[in-house]
């Protein structure tokens, strides 16, 4: 496909012809009257709005192509689609309706990612942390920014939570947000870039200044299939980067993230950054911790200076570290650098303690693929090597089916005991799931009923795991993090697991204590 990112021109941020339009994606041709005028892009013919364009994606559960007289309905003045719809609107026809978009969103927008730096940020673990310590550093540089990912969409200073549990939104929308982040005078905007963003074209069109690769394990298979698959559609962030003479930044201890630095080749500078010795161009060493934070001697091309951040574990160093060479690409001197990361704002759901007064630790993490669960089990267990370490999770439905076994691995190895559960099961079967995370504990001896427990019901697991719990004890909720709901089938049940585990506390006797957050 066309590098659009370097090639398009912008049509208009108000309205534009289909004619206009045509003309960003080659190949395309226009059924009907080419002088028809939108004034807005839309991809769910639920929210249509009379004027749009609707472009009909085709997906894993429906075909937006069926869609098509709904929208009509609802007002669509025109559709994207790859084949013709009975309707009596005209047709933009292409080959592929969601590749189309993105360049399509882009011109009628006005090629707002040529308009401020984009920064984006991809990995299995640390997107969105690694996003808000980057974000958090430019910000107190008197930056003006625009931030969007897992959590919450910003621009400049207004926070638009979003229900979709896309990281990368689609990029009619994403490319909204980049144009409203420049009308709003933003200098930098920081992408969460999942590889389902990268692979599926939402990212299409986006001129990215500069992008990072934080580590690249095992993830998404039920999409990608291979883990060469998964590593490729990584890759098209540095692909993209390398198109635009963009600096890249890959983490030099991690074998995934090092297997993709060579599609970097074209960019202005490949950093690499390395929290373990390594050779690199941005080096954390003699690293320190405690329940306050962590200090580290942070190197920047050579340049030694004193850094801290109000986060624990090492992988949070690396994350910060990461941020650092982010800020150098970005032309930060270093003291804006370390005063930023000294100041790094609370990440939601991450590392967060429930205390209520109860005399075990109770903690909520996002961790929810074997690396991270690893990870924070293993920083946990230094902070209390006396206690019992007690993890409830479960694995989302219809996603890596693989990774299940691995979790249940990992818990056998790195906690004392353990309650699988449900996260997202989807249209899967709760038990099944299940089923597969207990079978990786069984494969290392583990036992049912003295090493671990199968809850399907989430709020039973929480109340199972806090009964168990003894003085010292401390027992991570791992999972879901900031999420809001529980999928079930298309049903969205809200969930809130802090409030959840508050709630719960207080029905065995505890109560009294406000919640602080193990990172701050």
């Not at 709005?49 to 472009?55: K, L």
């Not at 005991?417 to 249209?427: A, I, M």
């Not at 049903?491 to 919640?515: C, H, I, V, Y």
Request: charged share 25%.
């Amino acid at each position: 496909m066309p590098d659009e990112s370097s090639t398009l021109a912008a049509v208009s941020s108000a309205t534009a012809t289909l004619a206009e339009l045509v003309v960003v994606w080659p190949g395309a041709r226009i059924v009907g009257d080419p002088t028809t005028r939108v004034s807005g892009i839309g991809y769910d013919s639920r929210l249509v709005r009379p004027g749009d364009v609707y472009a009909a994606l085709p997906g894993a559960d429906a075909d937006g192509h069926a869609f098509v007289p709904a929208a009509v309905r609802n007002g669509a003045a025109a559709i994207v689609a790859e084949r013709l719809s009975l309707v009596d609107v005209p047709h933009l026809l292409v080959s592929d309706s969601r590749a189309a978009l993105a360049p399509i969103a882009a011109a009628f927008y006005g090629c707002p990612s040529h308009e401020l730096g984009v920064i984006g940020v991809t990995g299995t673990d640390g997107k969105t942390t690694t996003s808000y310590l980057i974000d958090g550093m430019l910000r107190r540089a008197g930056f003006v920014t625009g931030m969007v990912g897992t959590v919450s969409v910003r621009i400049a200073d207004q926070v638009l939570e979003h229900e979709s549990r896309q990281t990368t939104p689609e990029s009619a929308d994403l490319q909204r947000y980049l144009r409203r982040m420049v009308d709003e005078g933003a200098d930098w905007a920081v992408l969460e870039a999942t590889s389902h963003g990268l692979d599926m074209h939402r990212l299409d069109a986006v001129r990215f200044a500069i992008g990072a690769v934080t580590n690249i394990t095992h993830e998404h298979l039920e999409h990608h299939k291979t883990i060469q698959a998964y590593r490729r559609a990584k890759a098209v962030l540095f692909e993209r980067v390398a198109a635009n003479r963009g600096v890249a930044i890959v983490n030099a201890d991690d074998p995934g993230a090092m297997d993709v630095a060579p599609y970097a080749a074209g960019a202005s500078r490949l950093i690499r950054y390395s929290c373990e010795g390594r050779e690199a161009d941005v080096r954390a060493e003699r690293i320190e911790s405690d329940t306050w934070g962590s200090r580290f001697d942070l190197v920047l091309d050579g340049l030694l200076t004193p850094a801290s951040i109000p986060m624990i574990g090492g992988f949070n160093v690396a994350n910060a570290v990461c941020a650092a060479a982010v800020g150098l690409a970005a032309g930060l001197s270093p003291k804006a650098i370390t005063d930023g990361l000294a100041h790094a704002p609370e990440v939601p759901g991450r590392m967060a303690r429930v205390d209520v007064g109860q005399p075990f630790d109770v903690v909520v993490d996002y961790a929810h693929t074997p690396e991270s669960l690893s990870k924070v089990l293993a920083l946990l267990r230094r902070l209390h090597p006396t206690g019992r370490l007690i993890a409830v999770f479960g694995s989302a439905g219809e996603r890596d089916v693989e990774k299940r076994a691995l979790q249940g691995r990992v818990a056998a190895e790195r906690a004392d005991y353990s309650v699988f559960t449900t996260e997202d099961p989807r249209f899967e079967d709760p038990e099944a799931i299940i089923a597969q995370i207990a079978a990786g504990a069984t494969a290392i001896g583990r036992k049912e009923g003295e090493d671990f427990a199968r809850v399907v019901d989430r709020r039973a697991a929480l109340r199972h795991a806090f009964s168990v719990a003894q003085p010292g004890d401390c027992v991570l909720l791992a999972g879901k993090g900031h999420e809001g709901s529980i999928i079930w089938g298309r049903r969205k049940e809200p969930w809130n697991e802090s409030e959840a585990a508050r709630e719960l506390l207080a029905e065995l006797g505890f109560g009294g204590r406000q919640d602080i957050s193990l990172e701050h």
